[in-house]
């Protein structure tokens, strides 16, 4: 692409992030779902200016999330299906965390300045019980592809129990564990996250296999004896100090011959890519004190310093992040 037009669209990607989100806030996409609307309807509705929104509503349909045909504006179902609230893959609460992400993103001259977090990860999310389900929701839809993706590149049909070490929902208990039945598992996370995860579990219909264990990954006991140990985008939320200690900890519940999955946002040697992990870096240092994309050249280290064999790392694409993954030695 030519130099001075890869800049320029650099320089104004945060337009089309605020076009999308500005819709999502003032509700155009559900207004709009099976109800092909004019600018003048949409304006009296939903009590916005009518020069305001239809300037908006022309330039979503530049960016083919609408479609106008003579003085209406729709909303195309595959299009109504990632943008309404209702909808069977909704991104609303992914598009309701970018708003919220916003104004702590504006503040990024001052984190690369003093480098300190600008709003803890929680407070973002919020205290209400509602949202912190939706999110969950939403959470889970992302990782049943990324369950997928781990169980076709991994091994995993002989592991008879598993840890799921901040385990959030479960998806990947569950979801492997609804694939193997002779798998049990244990989903551990704090006790508000694991009131959703039993939704889930009885969802399933797994209450016989998939259990739950409160507690704080970082003081209390794992458990032991288990062939199968996952951390899921847990470790970039803390520092080095944290992952390294963590990771020890899960290697040492681990059986001989078990194996560890850490899957989650890593940067490359040189710490320059991929590029999604190192935005995540700046994303995570905004929103946690510690947390960082641990470089792959770290985690295998961590990993050998422990005893892991057969290390191996994979990236999966529905949630672009890598794998790395090993073997307790027999
Ligand atoms: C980003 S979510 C990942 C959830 C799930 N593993 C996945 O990938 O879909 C991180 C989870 O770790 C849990 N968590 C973070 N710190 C924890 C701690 N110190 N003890 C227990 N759970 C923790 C959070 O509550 C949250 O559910």
Redesign the pocket.
């Known amino acids: 692409m030519e130099t001075g037009k890869y800049i320029n669209d650099l320089l104004s990607g945060y337009q089309k992030s605020l076009i999308i989100l500005t819709a999502n806030q003032h509700k155009i996409f559900d207004h709009l779902e099976g109800n092909p609307s004019s600018a003048e309807d949409i304006s009296n509705v939903l009590k916005l200016s009518l020069k305001g929104a239809e300037r908006l509503l022309n330039a979503l349909c530049g960016l083919e999330l609408l479609q106008k045909r003579g003085s209406l504006y729709q909303l195309p179902a595959n299009m109504a299906s990632y943008l309404t609230s209702s909808g069977e893959h909704s991104m609303n609460q992914w598009m309701r965390l970018s708003s919220d992400l916003f104004p702590i993103w504006n503040q990024l001259p001052d984190f690369v300045q003093n480098g300190k977090m600008v709003k803890r990860i929680m407070d973002v999310l919020g205290t209400d019980p509602e949202r912190m389900e939706n999110f969950?929701d939403s959470?889970?839809e992302?990782?049943i592809k990324?369950t997928e993706m781990l169980a076709n590149e991994l091994p995993l049909g002989n592991a008879r129990s598993m840890l799921?070490?901040?385990?959030?929902?479960?998806?990947?208990a569950l979801e492997w564990a609804k694939k193997h039945p002779d798998l049990k598992a244990t989903v551990?996370?704090?006790p508000?996250?694991l009131e959703i995860t039993k939704k889930y579990i009885k969802k399933y219909g797994l209450e016989d296999r998939v259990a739950t264990r409160p507690?704080?990954?970082?003081?209390?006991s794992l458990g032991e004896g288990y062939d199968l140990v996952?951390?899921?985008?847990?470790l970039h939320?803390?520092d080095a100090d944290w992952a390294q200690t963590t990771l020890k900890k899960a290697i040492a519940v681990l059986k001989p011959g078990g194996r560890i999955i850490i899957?989650?946002f890593c940067a490359d040697e040189a710490l320059t890519g991929p590029l999604e992990d190192v935005i995540f870096s700046l994303n995570i240092g905004l929103l946690t004190e510690g947390g960082n994309a641990h470089p792959v050249a770290e985690k295998v280290r961590w990993l050998e310093e422990n005893g892991v064999q057969e290390i191996r790392h994979f990236r999966v694409t529905a949630i672009p992040t890598g794998v790395v993954t090993g073997l307790k030695a027999s």
């Open positions: 969950t959470m889970h992302k990782a990324a799921d070490i901040g385990g959030g929902p479960g998806t990947y551990m996370d704090i508000q996250v507690g704080d990954i970082g003081k209390d996952l951390l899921a985008n847990i939320m803390y899957h989650g």
